[in-house]
């Protein structure tokens, strides 16, 4: 079992910033790739971007591009998402999610961190 718990959701306005991070503990040996995604309300949970655990090619979904950075310091099994010139439509519950190297689907997920953003 991996435990994972997010923090740094808040309120901001348009074109702020902020830095949401995830803190793995348990089984961390299972989280390979560690992901982030979002959901709306009255929307489907969408992927925003997931890092490997070597760091390297990182994915985006096209929304975010340019503007979110993922990374992972793999020593505090912490993944973080940079987000830079947030809009009002990146307004959503964010989840932190991991699987393993072979899986298709994520295995375990955070509770989840509310961010708004103000117009």
């Known amino acids: 079992q991996v435990q994972l718990v997010e923090s740094g959701g808040g309120l901001v306005q348009a074109g702020g910033s902020l830095r949401l991070s995830c803190a793995a503990s348990?089984?961390?040996?299972?989280?390979?790739?560690m992901g982030w995604f979002r959901q709306a309300s009255g929307k489907e949970r969408e992927f925003v971007a997931a890092?490997?655990?070597?760091?390297?090619?990182?994915n985006y979904a096209d929304s975010v591009k340019g503007r979110f950075t993922i990374s992972r310091d793999n020593s505090k099994n912490t993944v973080y998402l940079q987000m830079n010139s947030l809009k009002p439509e990146d307004t959503a519950v964010y989840y932190c999610?991991?699987?393993?190297?072979?899986?298709?689907?994520?295995?375990?997920w955070g509770q989840g961190t509310q961010v708004t953003v103000s117009s």
């Open positions: 999610a991991t699987k393993g190297a072979l899986r298709v689907e994520y295995d375990y």
């Open positions: 348990g089984r961390t040996s299972s989280s390979y790739v």
């Open positions: 890092i490997s655990r070597s760091g390297g090619s990182p």
